[in-house]
């Protein structure tokens, strides 16, 4: 079997449109194999790279063809009913495979495991495992128990779990770019949101855990960190033996000091979280990269306070103007859900003019979905007709166009440092880069000897809402 073969199927709503990577592992020196597809944000992504490792040392690998898998694994999201509905589908589509096949197990991982227990199982019967976000290291304990026909279920959350010691297997990785947890669960409360309840509360992971994992993938010749966490500013870790509290502006500089060649980036920053020793600490590191995701959710302060955001429009706005007086021309991109309850017109007139205001390069944009046992569902009606949602999303995203547009067409004449991630998928002649600001930079090859990881100076000459096309300069 090729390599391309073992490649996963992936579902991610944050980030459609990315490129499938191969598995780093060879699947043939194991004994067993799982498939694992995974949905939602990136801390999922990288869950599955740690449920990889897990399984591993069980001698299980990963195929990404599920007719191979012994072990099937949906790592899923509960973020909006659409979410959840997709994921029904698929467990339905496994269900009638494993008739045919009933030595499959099948497995349900994050979220809707945490939300939902033992609900698949029992009622509806669709799965064999049940595993929550913070039980993974119980998962082949449980396997064994749901192979001889028991279940098994374990939907605990912890507070302190934060797989620390468990090197992820880079499940998609390029090679280049890889992600690092640096924290798990949230301590906001935002109304909408079912992410509290189906990840627990924050803890932050030992800084030298995380500094390891960094140094260790450098050494194998990534170029790229991530660092991860639903709030990564409320980072804080004390390090008993050096006496030295570690918050995110400190953890972000030890991960810069790795090397100067291994670009540091990080998602997601809650607006009030976010703190000037934070954006300094960018502006002082070349390779600390001069993006921040600020999701503002909504532009007007009385519908901000019904969500629970804690910050107001001038709030907001004051954060943004400060980043850019820090860092001109950070990139910033942002979250917006429309029609939250009770939103009017001119609220929803309020996050277009705020989007116009903070210039957002690029955002991901969603009606409200109501989500059981939220805030939200237990304080307020969800009002908003289903039209008037989608129309006024419709609008959001429009303006997101024009203005991811607007933002690109300013880069045309001028150079960046990029860093080559791989070849374009629409021209294997073209190499896809990134610039410092995330924005997705593709060029032609030439005649020079650059690869994948290689940093290189390109100029822009054209470009598209989504991305700059430009040629190498030396
Ligand atoms: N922790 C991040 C934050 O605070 O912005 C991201 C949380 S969530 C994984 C990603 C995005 O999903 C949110 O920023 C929000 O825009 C959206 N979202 C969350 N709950 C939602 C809901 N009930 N309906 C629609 N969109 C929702
Ligand atoms: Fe959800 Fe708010 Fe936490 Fe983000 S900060 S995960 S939106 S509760
Ligand atoms: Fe979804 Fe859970 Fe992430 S609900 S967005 S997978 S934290």
């Known amino acids: 079997m090729g390599l391309l073969e ?14 499938f990577i191969p598995f780093e592992n060879d699947p043939n020196q194991y004994i067993k194999k799982f498939y694992i597809e995974s949905y939602g944000c990136q801390m999922n992504f990288a869950d599955s790279e740690v449920v990889a490792s897990i399984l591993g040392r069980e001698g299980y690998g990963a195929t990404r063809n599920y007719e191979d898998a012994d072990l099937v ?11 959840e509905q997709t994921v ?39 799965v064999d495992l049940v595993v929550g976000p913070d039980a993974y290291r119980s998962l082949p304990g449980l396997i064994e128990e749901a192979g001889s026909g028991q279940k098994g279920v374990n939907v605990l959350l912890s507070r302190e779990e934060t797989y620390a010691d468990i090197s992820p297997v880079r499940l998609e990785s390029n090679g280049v770019s890889a992600f690092i947890s640096i924290m ?52 804080y870790w004390i390090d008993e033996e050096q006496d030295e509290t570690v918050t995110f502006a400190k953890l972000l500089e030890k991960v810069a000091l790795v090397d100067p060649g291994l670009r540091v980036r990080f998602s997601t920053s809650h607006p009030k979280d976010i703190t000037d020793e934070v954006l300094f600490t960018m502006a002082k590191y070349e390779n600390i ?34 980043i850019r007086e820090i860092m001109p021309g950070c990139g910033i991109t942002s979250d917006v859900i429309s029609g939250f309850c009770t939103e009017t017109e001119e609220d929803h007139q309020d996050t277009l003019s705020m989007m116009e205001f903070a210039r957002y390069d690029l955002s991901y944009m969603y009606f409200y979905s109501e989500r059981p046992g939220t805030l939200a569902e237990r304080r307020y009606t969800d009002d908003v007709p289903e039209e008037v ?9 429009d303006l997101q166009y024009q203005l991811s547009l607007r933002s690109n067409r300013e880069d045309l004449g001028k150079t960046f440092k990029v860093l080559i991630e791989g070849e374009s998928k629409k021209k294997s002649d073209d190499w896809m880069a990134r610039t ?10 030439g005649n020079t000897a650059y690869k994948k990881g290689d940093y290189v100076n390109v100029k822009v000459h054209e470009c598209t809402k989504a991305t700059l096309l430009g040629e190498i300069v030396s």
Not at 6 to 19: C, M, S, T, W, Y
Not at 293 to 322: D, F
């Open 184 to 235: 798990r669960g949230c301590n906001n409360m935002c109304s909408f949101c079912v992410v509290p309840f189906t990840r627990g509360r924050e803890r932050s992971r030992n800084a030298h855990s995380i500094i390891a994992e960094a140094q260790d993938l450098f050494d194998r010749g990534f170029k790229e960190v991530i660092l991860l966490g639903q709030n990564v500013d409320s980072y």
């Open 88 to 126: 029904r589908k698929r467990l339905a589509d496994f269900k009638r495979i494993k008739n045919n096949r009933p030595g499959l197990l099948i497995g349900v991982l994050g979220c809707m495991a945490e939300r939902l227990k033992t609900k698949l199982l029992e009622e509806e019967k669709l």
């Open 389 to 397: 949602k989608k129309r006024r999303l419709q609008e959001i995203v």
């Open 6 to 19: 073992l490649i996963p199927k992936v579902h991610n709503e944050e980030r459609q449109g990315e490129a």
């Open 73 to 83: 694994l949906l790592n899923t999201c509960s973020i909006r009913d659409k979410a």
């Open 289 to 322: 990269c001069k993006h921040i995701h600020l999701p503002v959710q909504s532009g007007n302060t009385r519908i901000l306070q019904l969500m629970n955001r804690t910050y107001t429009r001038e709030w907001y706005m004051a954060k943004v103007n400060r």
């Open 436 to 445: 410092t600001h995330n924005k997705v930079i593709v060029f032609a090859k």
